[in-house]
């Protein structure tokens, strides 16, 4: 069966740098786009980036706004993972961060195009 499991959360200092991991399994990794969303208390999930594998070495990304310039979503096909690299974190982008598959090989904003979804990690920035 398809399972997501995120790695890398934890408590950073405002202007630190984290690594999130996505482990999956149970599918073939390469068909599938893959997102990484963030849910902060109080907040609804929020779209932070998505990537999509259309072959080769070629690659397609997308990035909300509050992501751009700081966050960098990869992918190793080989290994099963995907990753989303944090720098500069500010305080705001504390919240619960999930990876989530999906429902084919292209991407999106949007959450209900995703059908399969991690258990979450959390990170905290502190300022």
């Known amino acids: 069966q398809v399972q997501l499991a995120e790695s890398g959360g934890g408590l950073v200092q405002a202007g630190g740098s984290l690594r999130l991991s996505c482990a999956a399994s149970?599918?073939?990794?390469?068909?599938?786009?893959m997102g990484w969303f963030r849910q902060a208390p109080g907040k609804a999930r929020e779209f932070i980036a998505s990537?999509?594998?259309?072959?080769?070495?070629?690659?397609?990304?997308d990035y909300a706004d509050s992501a751009k310039g700081r966050f960098t979503i990869s992918r190793d096909n080989a290994k099963n993972m995907a990753y989303l690299q944090m720098n500069s974190l500010k305080s705001e982008d504390t919240a619960v961060y999930y990876c989530?598959?999906?429902?084919?090989?292209?991407?999106?904003?949007?959450?209900?195009?995703?059908?399969?979804w991690g258990q979450g990690t959390q990170v905290t920035v502190s300022s």
């Open positions: 990537i999509k594998y259309s072959g080769g070495r070629t690659y397609y990304t």
């Open positions: 989530a598959r999906a429902r084919t090989s292209t991407t999106s904003a949007d959450e209900g195009l995703y059908d399969y």
């Open positions: 149970g599918y073939t990794f390469s068909s599938y786009g």
